[in-house]
């Protein structure tokens, strides 16, 4: 972990926290130039200095101490060198040393609750939910592993005007059918036959039937029930498709009530009011957030009203340090006004929300959209991503028995679509592509997962070897570009778990990938002298631990064959 010994020595030097100097970090583009730097533009602002001018004044400040051997400004950076040997000799036995727990760190106090995918029971989960779900998944398991307590929890948004357009559509045109196709999918259906047909008359027919929802009319509750019923049993089967595992599961049918109460108390304290129509209104000019409504004026629920009680029951039930909302960036403005209105109210927990907003997915073709039924389903795109990697796998072995077909193509199919997904930065908008994300070339899934592969491959030629009593010698640049990228890998944990970036370990997997097979291709490993040779061993052996952990982390597989 040098890099956080140089984060350490900078923190010192200047005002800025380690939080913010640990991403400033960069690695030069020359080993000539140092191991890393440190660009001092950041502070330009700050002390009305030139960048150059204060790399100079670092540089000088900075006293080297082990295993910070040299320190250099260059430009408007300062370059700290390191000492390479110790840098490998301590890290690699490190990571053989801690093997699935290397990257890890100390349990924490923390608590933070991920809410994710949060779904409409008016139709299936699609490519959209399947970004949430990969999201809401990797951001769990790397709190955990960077020594957070972290609670999975869900939202069914299981009431409200989208659900009823759907009851409406099978009320009218459904005929008493039962489900011939995957039950949420099924359901899905009606929802686009509704939009099909919209017209004025159906908006006012909808908004009638939620009123008589809400008023427990039993038709509607029973027709409500039936198509709940077949709406969860279908996200059932996708969860368990994508290893979703929730600590509990909240519904809207179940809170929105508790939601409306608290908008009352809040009309009654004065926090709201109520228009000219009746409707229940929150003012937030002076925030620039505009006027919103908490209460319909017939007196339904929208979203926000019970997205208010569950705020509060959420801190209730688990008494956590930050609640993390995982809904797309259409949501923005929802999560302000939300966040506003729970400050406004006096809520305690007002500032331990964070809405971990996301952009959009589009296909080849364009922007899927649900109402006109042009979204790529989430079974069915997993579905594809199989039937595509299984292609590919018997292309490159087609004497492959059918059962190590069906277990390559789960662990490269899953593997290529969840990579492809995660790599970006989740606001990022981007389009996905099945071929593109498949390739065992470029930056995928499959490439990383082939790296892994790669070295089990050459380690499964050697006989009697034992890593952890290698003799380590390095002096090839390529070799210690592994080196500092395994150093880097606790840090990367923890700076993903902290601003809940899993992008940052697929970038991370891509570029140790990367390194290992520019390093295999410049230096051999089994045809090297037996000193050599083991301690290249060790170090291949070190890479093949890292992917694994950081693939983990996102919930891929790192195959020992492709």
């Known amino acids: 972990m040098f890099k956080v010994d140089v984060v350490n020595a900078l923190a010192k030097a200047t005002k800025l926290s380690k939080k913010d100097i640990f991403p400033l970090i960069e690695v030069p583009p020359s080993d000539k130039m140092g191991d890393y730097a440190f660009p001092c533009f950041v502070l330009a602002k700050k002390e009305k200095k030139i960048p150059k001018d204060i790399a100079v004044e670092l540089a000088k400040k900075i006293k080297t101490r082990s ?29 053989i040393k801690c093997s699935a727990c290397y990257g890890s760190w100390p349990v924490k106090k923390q608590k933070v609750m991920v809410e994710y995918p949060a779904p409409n029971t008016n139709k299936p989960l699609h490519l959209g939910h399947a970004r949430n779900i990969l999201l809401g998944n990797a951001i769990c398991s790397i709190l955990a592993f960077a020594g957070y307590q972290a609670t999975p929890v869900d939202l069914v948004n299981d009431r409200g005007i989208h659900i009823c357009k759907s009851m409406l559509a099978y009320q009218k045109w459904g005929k008493g059918k039962k489900p011939d196709k995957k039950s949420d999918h099924f359901v899905g259906d009606y929802y686009v036959l509704y939009n099909e047909k919209f017209n004025h008359k159906l908006e006012k027919e909808t908004q009638e039937m939620l009123k008589r929802w809400e008023e427990n009319d039993k038709e509607v509750v029973a027709l409500w029930k039936k198509m709940r019923k077949w709406t969860l049993d279908g996200f059932k089967q ?28 809040g009309l009654k304290k004065g926090v709201f009011y109520k228009d000219e129509d009746g409707a229940v209104m929150v003012d937030l000019e002076n925030e620039g957030l505009g006027k919103k409504a908490l209460l319909r004026k017939d007196g339904t629920g929208l979203y926000i009203t019970q997205d208010l009680y569950l705020a509060k029951v959420k801190f209730k039930d688990f008494k956590m340090d930050k609640s993390v909302y995982v809904v797309g960036n259409e949501q923005i403005y929802h999560f302000k006004v939300l966040f506003k209105v729970i400050e406004m109210l006096g809520f305690p927990f007002a500032k331990n929300c964070y809405h971990l907003a996301y952009g959009m997915i589009n296909l080849p073709e364009g922007r899927m959209k649900s109402r006109e039924g042009t979204v790529v389903d989430a079974d069915d795109i997993v579905e594809e991503m199989k039937r595509v990697a299984e292609k590919e796998i018997k292309k490159r072995h087609p004497n492959l028995g059918k059962k190590e077909i069906e277990k390559r193509k789960n662990i490269i199919g899953m593997g290529a679509l969840k990579f492809f997904i995660l790599k970006y930065d989740p606001m990022k908008d981007f389009t996905y592509n099945p071929e593109e994300s498949i390739s065992f070339e470029g930056e995928t899934g499959p490439y990383v997962q082939y790296a892994h592969a790669r070295i089990c491959s050459i380690l499964r030629k050697v006989k009697k070897f034992k890593p952890e009593k290698a003799k380590l010698s390095f002096k090839e640049p390529s070799e210690f570009r592994i080196i500092k990228l395994l150093a880097d890998f606790p840090g990367i944990v923890g700076e993903a778990a902290e601003n809940y970036k899993p992008s940052l370990v697929a970038r991370y997997a891509l570029e140790l990938a990367q390194a290992f097979n520019e390093f295999y291709h410049e230096c051999p490993v089994l045809k090297a002298d037996e000193k050599t040779r083991d301690a290249r061993l060790a170090l291949i052996f070190s890479v093949k631990l890292v992917l694994r952990n950081a693939l983990d982390l996102l919930g891929i597989g790192a195959p020992e064959e492709m």
């Open 67 to 95: 295993p910070i051997t040299e320190i250099k400004a260059e430009g408007p950076y300062v370059n700290f060198f390191v000492d390479k040997n110790k840098l490998a000799e301590e890290n690699i036995k490190e990571v």
């Open 238 to 265: 996708t969860y368990a498709l994508f290893d979703v595992h929730h600590k509990k599961t909240y519904y809207e049918s179940e809170i929105y009530q508790h939601g409306k109460d608290i908008v009352a108390e």
